[in-house]
Structure formats: C-alpha cells, structure tokens
C-alpha cells in the first residue's frame, strides 16, 4: 500500500492517466492525494473529474481555486474564463452532481502519518495551524450548506490581506479562502499579496515580499506542508518540510508524483493533446 501525492492536474487527463501507468499505480491498494485544481487548463476536465469521483474511495483531495471557480461559474456568480476549456463539464448533464461532490471536498489534510497537512496554497501568516483547522472546517461548512451559492458570492476580495482576530467573521472567510487556495507571497509585515507568481529568486533585493513558507518559519520546523498552486517554484524548497508539488505540466513542464513512504519523486512529461 502506498500514499501517492499528486500536484494540480488542471484536467490534463491523459498525463494525470500516464503518470498512474508509469508509478504502477493499484487502484485497490494505493491511495491518491491530490493538491487541488483538479480542472481548468487542460485538454479534458470533465473525464478528470469523471475519474476523481469514481474513484473517490481512494483518492484524497483539497480544494484549489480553481475548483472554487468551477462552483461559481456553475452557479452563475462568476463568468467562465474561456482559458479555462471547461465547456464540455460545464454543458455536462451531471453538473449538478459533480458540483455536489467537489463542495464536500475540504480545503485542508492532515498528512497520512500525521506529519503535516496538504492544502492548495499554504499556512496564511499570523496563523496557528489550529488556525487553519478552524478555518478551514467553517469554510467547509459553508460550502456543504443548501444555500452555499450565498457563500460563493461572499469569497470574491482581495481585502482584508492581514489577519487580525477582530475581523468581522465575512473577512476572516475571505482571508481564509485566499489562504488556503490564492496565496504565494506576503509582505514581510505579514499581509498577503495575491497578485505576483514568479518564483522567489525572480523578486528585486528590495522587494518588500516574501514566500508564505519563510514568513514565521519555525511553524514548519516540525510540520510538514504539502501544497500546489505555484508552478514556477517548480518543486524547489530549501526546507525539507515545505513540499511544493505543482511542476506546471498544463504549461508544458511535467508532472510530480510523491510516493510519502518511499519519499520517491516522479517527474513524469506525458503526451497530451494540444
């Protein structure tokens, strides 16, 4: 039995079908964590999704923001991103139900031996992981609410970017969300910056940001964190804890599969479609 972790898909199906063929995946036995982004950019959503649910006994995921914006475009709050190619799911008969199931999906892990968690984007700076735990579960709660499109309406800021505890429960949501699914860089004062998504070695000597990962990083000294969501770090991390596994493959890198108990790193170019 073995625990594979997978970086976002963003529906590239045929590579997410060849990297399970090359890792010599059993569907019976192994399990699959999943980053999020599960759709978006790629040749086939729908059948990426379409697997996921099948499969979903065996297979653990986060929610990314992309599937975030999957539910509101469904749902009428956002508009479709024609970069997305999310027609085909869009126009699919089960919309209703695919939107069901990724809504019940959490937007944090706890790791499989309970080193760490996995979420889409990272620890917010100025959070406890008991922090995460809370928020993370409130913004599950709403999303599995019978009128979560309320919610969907809610999340679209990128204000407030500093935690404080005296936010008003609507703010520490939007915070949470742009936490756990947008953010890559904060400021060195803590507030978070949703906009800039070169990789560290990009920023000026001057630059004021900093990864989320080194903003009070002796929170990762004994945690580990699994995450996505920022392809131009490429799987690089100079803190062992801090596993970044989105390698770009919807932009033409490759696909990164972490098998935890082996600590065996696939980097897996596939054929796709164009």
Not at 106 to 123: R, T, Y
Not at 179 to 208: F, H, I, Q, V
Request: glycine share 6%; hydrophobic share 40%; charged share 20%.
């Amino acid at each position: 039995m073995a625990d594979y972790f997978i970086g976002d898909i963003q529906g590239c199906f045929n590579g997410l079908q060849h990297a399970l063929a090359e890792i010599g995946y059993c569907g019976g036995k192994d399990t699959l964590w999943l980053t999020g982004d599960l759709v978006a950019r790629g040749e086939n959503s729908l059948a990426t999704i379409a697997f996921i649910i099948k499969n979903d006994s065996h297979i653990r995921t986060v929610l990314g923001n992309h599937d975030l914006h999957l539910l509101s475009v469904a749902n009428q709050v956002k508009s479709a991103n024609p970069k997305d190619k999310l027609q085909d799911l869009l126009s699919s008969p089960n919309i209703v139900k695919i939107c069901d199931w990724l809504r019940h999906q959490p937007l944090l892990l706890e790791l499989p031996d309970g080193s760490g968690f996995m979420s889409h984007a990272g620890l917010p700076p100025n959070w406890s992981i008991g922090d995460a735990n809370i928020f993370a579960k409130e913004i599950h709660k709403q999303l599995i609410h019978k009128d979560y499109v309320s919610f969907l309406k809610s999340m679209y800021s990128n204000k407030p970017d500093f935690w404080q505890p005296d936010l008003s429960v609507s703010e520490q949501l939007v915070y949470a969300v742009n936490g756990l699914t947008r953010m890559r860089y904060c400021t060195k004062e803590g507030k978070l910056d949703l906009s800039y998504k070169e990789a560290p070695n990009t920023l000026s000597p001057d630059s004021k940001l900093v990864p989320w990962f080194e903003f009070q990083a002796d929170r990762f000294n004994d945690t580990k964190w699994v995450f996505g969501h920022w392809a131009s770090l490429m799987g690089q991390s100079v803190n062992p804890n801090i596993i970044p596994l989105d390698t770009g493959y919807v932009w033409g890198n490759y696909l990164t599969v972490l098998n935890w108990q082996t600590k065996q790193t696939f980097k897996i170019m596939a054929e796709r479609s164009p």
